[in-house]
């Protein structure tokens, strides 16, 4: 089985990512792992993105596409398929993906997109709170202080929120993401390849629900 897995930040995509990969036995791929294995292995692709890299400029897309393709080459990958995660992440990275499946002989089976609505995303994300004195960390809504205001471990009343998980800067991130999601989703919709599934529900009917379109 070979599939992709696509979801806001937020949606639950890493913990989906994993049941899959336990489950139907697929390698998991994800552009990070690809990245450092080519750079370690020294693969002609490894060594041209740690070129610009060191310098700390952009890798481009034909040096990503390439680390992804030779990834794709490798014996395990059509052993046991693959759940290919963090790329594509432009219209164009899907096209590239096309083509080098096509020029592999590998088939794309589905893309799993986990779907959870912005808004609720946004609370999600935006409730991470830390204290300043001993580095614990509270949610809002999933794991607030027992008594408000108060770290639980030291008693500290000096709580603070990154700058990265204000509510306004969450959901600026969120734009960006759904702006450069919706090319690839449409993409992978006209192909039939689209499994949509609702990630705002409990994780184990998420779950539940992947497994049924999954077979």
């Not at 450092?36 to 060191?54: V, W």
């Not at 890798?59 to 693959?82: C, H, M, Y």
């Not at 991470?128 to 580095?135: E, L, Q």
């Not at 993409?187 to 779950?207: R, S, W």
Request: glycine share 10%; proline share 3%.
């Amino acid at each position: 089985m070979n599939l992709l897995i696509m979801g806001l930040p937020g949606a639950g995509k890493g913990t989906q990512a994993e049941f899959i990969v336990k489950n139907y036995g697929v390698n998991h791929i994800s552009t990070g792992d690809m990245f450092r294995a080519a750079m370690k292995n020294e693969t002609e692709m490894g060594k041209l993105a740690k070129s610009f890299i060191d310098k700390g400029a952009l890798v481009p897309d034909e040096v990503t596409n390439g680390i992804v393709k030779e990834r794709l080459a490798q014996d395990d990958i059509k052993e046991s398929g693959f759940l290919l995660d963090g790329y594509p992440r432009t219209f164009d990275q899907a096209l590239a993906l096309d083509s080098m499946l096509l020029e592999l002989g590998i088939k794309l089976d589905g893309v799993v997109n986990i779907e959870v609505d912005p808004s609720i995303l946004v609370d999600r994300l935006s409730g991470r709170y830390i204290c300043r004195n001993c580095g614990a960390t509270y949610h809002k809504i999933f794991n607030p202080t027992k008594v408000e205001g108060t770290c639980d471990v030291c008693g500290s009343k000096d709580l603070y929120q990154r700058a990265d998980d204000v509510p306004e800067t969450v959901k600026n991130r969120l734009d960006v993401n759904i702006k450069e999601s919706a090319p690839i989703l449409t993409h992978y919709e006209e192909l039939g390849l689209v499994k949509a599934i609702d990630g705002g529900q409990e994780i184990a009917k998420v779950t539940e629900d992947i497994k049924a379109v999954l077979g």
